[in-house]
């Protein structure tokens, strides 16, 4: 009888909790996963296998993305006021394999400082209705930690580089992704890119004040917060520079 009951208990998943194992674990299992990966593709692999690599991760993750979302439409538990693919990195993950086919840099220098800034806050504090071993679960850290693998793989593998001017291409094509959301919510009554309401779980919104303080807030450190992404590129060429000079 015990052991019925056992068998027919409901499993009861959380929502992830910021410090928790579920928050880390993934988090710690990427960096291992991304080192060996990009140390492996630039000692062993050709070049057009290491373009192939990155290809084939990125259309990897573009597919899990719209499973989840075609998986949520056939269960009939699709709401399109949250559930579209819009916010950032969502909508990121879909488009990725355009990036890693063309390899364009003005993509480059677009989609690195959308990902690095987006990705690390959603990362450092997770926005998770439920735990492992649920899809959402598993569709959030594909999508935000493979982002940034995507990301890394281009600018340690393939050697590109962001430079001053594309601290404001990025941040202007920002702009113009965030009014067609302002249409978007509008249109649908909803809150992408947490534009109406911040988001349920702990954030580093919280820290910003009520609406609509916290957009406004946002928008003025988001030149500042890219020029401290940059920082490292702009000591790295001037380091580069001067040993030019000096050779």
């Not at 690599?53 to 899990?64: K, P, Q, R």
Request: net charge positive; with cysteine.
């Amino acid at each position: 009888m015990m052991y019925v009951l056992v068998l027919t208990m409901p499993i009861v998943i959380l929502r992830v909790v910021m410090g928790s194992m579920e928050h880390w674990l993934p988090i710690v299992l990427a960096v291992l996963f991304g080192f060996v990966v990009i140390q492996y593709a630039k000692r062993n692999l050709s070049v057009k296998n290491q373009y192939r690599f990155i290809h084939f991760m990125a259309i990897g993750i573009s597919l899990l993305v719209i499973a989840f979302h075609l998986h949520k439409v056939i269960s009939g538990n699709y709401n399109v006021q949250k559930d579209l693919p819009l916010y950032l990195c969502s909508l990121l993950a879909i488009l990725i394999p355009v990036f890693t086919y063309y390899r364009k840099f003005w993509m480059y220098e677009i989609l690195f400082f959308w990902i690095i800034a987006g990705t690390l806050q959603a990362v450092i504090t997770p926005d998770i209705a439920s735990g492992f071993p649920t899809f959402d679960y598993v569709r959030y850290w594909v999508v935000h930690l493979g982002l940034l693998m995507v990301i890394s793989y281009a600018t340690l593998v393939f050697k590109m580089m962001p430079n001053f001017k594309s601290v404001f291409k990025s941040f202007f094509a920002l702009q113009l992704y965030f009014l067609a959301i302002v249409v978007v919510n509008d249109l649908l009554n909803a809150n992408y890119f947490y534009l109406n309401e911040k988001p349920q779980s702990a954030s580093l919104l919280d820290y910003l004040g009520d609406w609509p303080m916290y957009i406004i807030i946002v928008q003025a450190v988001l030149i500042p917060y890219f020029l401290l992404i940059y920082l490292p590129f702009y000591l790295y060429g001037l380091k580069r520079k001067r040993l030019t000079q000096l050779g």
